[in-house]
Structures are given as C-alpha cells and as structure tokens.
C-alpha cells in the first residue's frame, strides 16, 4: 500500500509540474502563432489544474497526506522546471516529453492500484490516462 501511496504522489507532482509549464508557456509565448498556442497552452493548463485537487483528495483517501509544496514537488517529479523561453512549436515538444513522463507514472500507478484492489482509484486513474493520450496526440501534432 505504501507503494501506491507514493505513486500516487508522484502523479500529484507530476502533473502539478506539467499544469505550471502550461500556464507559464500560455503567458510567455510570443510568434505569428500567438493566439492558437495562447489557447492551446490555456486549454492545457486548465485541464491539468482541473486534475490536481480530485488527484490529492484520492490520497487523503488513502489515508496519507497529499504533497503541497514546491520542495516536495521538486523531490516527487522527475519533469524538468523551466526557466526559459523556447518558440510555440519547442513548448510543444517539451510538454510531449513530459507528458510521456506523467503517462508512464500514471501506467505504473494503474497497476499497483489494481494489485490493491483499489477499483475505483484504478478507474479515475484510466480516466486520467485517457486523457493525458489525447494530450499526447495535440502535442505530438503540434510539435511537429
Ligand atoms: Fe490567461
């Protein structure tokens, strides 16, 4: 159980640190393209803002405390905070790679809640693989 605990959290992170690149890309972007990536990056981040409160109250529910701070959010994620300013199409590429990252914790974390018998935590986190597959497939046209 103390597994599924800490994935969770590190889903927690994860996509904490994929929602604030979004926002921070959806202020900073600058180009001819502005107004589509100024929208996409919007959409993006709302979604991923959206998934973080029902993420930390699914580990409450596993009777653990949910990471809230950016020193726990740092150790947590393995997504690379972002300090510059790329072009539209480079922010694009940088937010597949990372939701690449949240997939595979979000795959691992699956399993393991499946292990457990945690059928309802197994399915919101389909939910979020879901998704996170579409995201995949924006960026990935996008980036391109
Ligand atoms: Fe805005």
Do not use: C
Not at 3 to 30: C, G, I, P, R, S
Not at 69 to 92: C, H, K, N, W, Y
């Amino acid at each position: 159980m103390e597994t599924l605990q800490e994935m969770m959290k590190k889903v927690l992170a994860d996509t904490f640190a994929m929602y604030l690149k979004a926002h921070n890309y959806h202020w900073n972007v600058e180009g001819i393209n502005f107004p589509q990536y100024h929208e996409f990056f919007g959409n993006l981040y709302e979604e991923l803002h959206g998934a973080v409160d029902p993420i930390a109250e699914q580990i409450r529910a596993l009777d653990t405390y949910a990471p809230g701070s950016f020193t726990r959010f740092v150790e947590l994620t393995d997504i690379e905070d972002e300090t510059t300013i790329p072009t539209g199409q480079e922010m694009a590429g940088r937010l597949l790679a990372d939701n690449e990252k949240v997939l595979a914790t979000l795959n691992m974390t699956f399993k393991l809640a499946d292990e457990f018998d945690k059928q309802g935590l197994a399915d919101f986190i389909a939910g979020r693989i879901d998704t996170h597959s579409k995201h995949a497939w924006m960026l990935r046209s996008i980036s391109k």
